[in-house]
């Protein structure tokens, strides 16, 4: 593909109906392929789910913009394997609310918060 004057990444140039600039973007990189821009959602485990993770109790994923909930917590499954065993039970909250499992697929976003909440009992 052969760019032409004004075409690459970042330049402005001049809209036909004359004056007004207007910016040009040519996505992606040097090869042609778009890349998908990086998000950070962080991710807190309570109680035996923290237990099964090491000890530990906050988790940061940089991952591609696009991912779902159900996407974080399997990659989160995938560093801690023992949290497999809860992942039947585990409760799941997107910044302070609430997944339903049942519903349709939830899109995280750039700073977003997910809780990973095991069941807790006593009394």
Not at 10 to 15: A, F, H, L, V
Not at 50 to 69: K, Q, Y
Not at 96 to 109: C, E, G, H, T
Request: aromatic share 4%.
């Amino acid at each position: 593909m052969e760019l032409n004057e004004g075409e690459i990444l970042g330049e402005e140039k001049e809209d036909e109906a004359g004056g007004a600039h207007q910016q040009q973007r040519q996505g992606g990189s040097p090869s042609g392929r778009k890349e998908k821009m990086q998000i950070r959602v962080r991710a807190q485990l309570f109680a035996h789910a923290r237990e099964l993770a090491g000890g530990v109790s906050e988790v940061s994923l940089e991952i591609d913009d696009g991912w779902t909930t159900a996407q974080c917590l399997e990659d989160i499954l995938t560093r801690f394997p023992a949290l497999k065993s809860l992942a039947s039970c585990l409760t799941l909250a997107l910044n302070d609310s609430y997944v339903d499992k049942n519903a349709p697929p939830i899109l995280v976003r750039d700073g977003d918060e997910l809780a990973l909440i095991p069941p807790i009992s006593g009394g």
